[in-house]
């Protein structure tokens, strides 16, 4: 079935330090991969995001790089800072489908 | 506000008891979503809608949820005879048309079900 693998599970980095968390899907038809910020207690909010078509994109200190032939999709954010910390989630989907999440990273941004 | 509204934020009810949510997506989006969020996981797909049509339902979902979008508004969530294992955070979201450029899913803040 449609899955989503999302690593690691919690990741801790100094702050000015990069953070790069990595995630796989199943479902070769997928084509549409978010990014989204979780806070405690609030609503996922979209952070970037990049379709099948485009490799790679980049928004200020935020990456998001995508391998298709791997199914594999990573987000890279440089000289993080401790608002960066929360948990962040991958997810997959079919053109205006249903979301596939992976587990979750709860990143921790040290002063 | 102009975003996703979702109503009550929270409710306790007891084991047994039927629980209504409602969400209100943005105004011109005519996709709507409902996920579930247990503590430390990512959401759960559980249907969703093009505007009044429920296009898809996740075979994990029991027969005791049932969700409408009778207008092609605002969606309802009802669970019936709710369960201890139902207590989660109920996450609404909605999506512009077919078509558009934009393909986020915008979150509304979610209903937090408590079941004792």
């Known amino acids: 079935g449609e899955n989503v693998e999302q690593h690691p599970s919690t990741l801790s980095v100094q702050e000015g330090d990069s953070a790069v968390i990595k995630c796989t899907y199943s479902?070769?038809?997928?084509?549409?991969f978010p990014w989204y910020k979780q806070e405690l207690g609030k609503r996922p909010q979209l952070i970037i995001d990049?379709?099948?078509?485009?490799g790679e994109k980049k928004d200020q200190r935020i990456a998001v790089t995508l391998n298709k032939t791997a199914k594999h999709f990573s987000l890279h954010i440089t000289e993080t800072q401790p608002e960066d910390s929360a948990v962040y989630f991958c997810?997959?989907?079919?053109?205006?489908?249903?979301?596939?999440f992976g587990q979750g990273t709860e990143l921790s941004v040290k002063p | 506000d102009t975003g996703v509204s979702q109503d009550p934020r929270h409710k306790i009810t007891k084991r047994g008891q039927n629980v209504t949510f409602r969400c209100d997506p943005i105004?011109?989006?005519?996709?709507l979503y409902w996920y579930r969020q247990t503590l430390g996981q990512g959401p759960e797909f559980l249907t969703y809608?093009?505007?009044?049509?429920?296009?898809?339902k996740s075979r994990l979902l029991s027969d005791r949820f049932s969700a409408e979008r009778p207008k092609g508004s605002f969606s309802t969530l009802e669970i019936q005879r709710t369960e201890q294992g139902d207590s989660a955070m109920y996450l609404c979201?909605?999506?512009?048309?077919?078509?558009?450029?934009?393909?986020?899913?915008?979150f509304g803040p979610g209903t937090r079900l408590t079941v004792t």
């Open positions: 105004s011109e989006h005519n996709r």
């Open positions: 479902d070769s038809a997928s084509n549409y």
């Open positions: 809608f093009q505007n009044e049509a429920q296009l898809e």
């Open positions: 979201a909605s999506r512009g048309a077919i078509g558009t450029a934009d393909y986020e899913q915008y």
């Open positions: 990049i379709r099948s078509n485009v």
């Open positions: 997810a997959a989907s079919k053109d205006w489908g249903k979301l596939i």
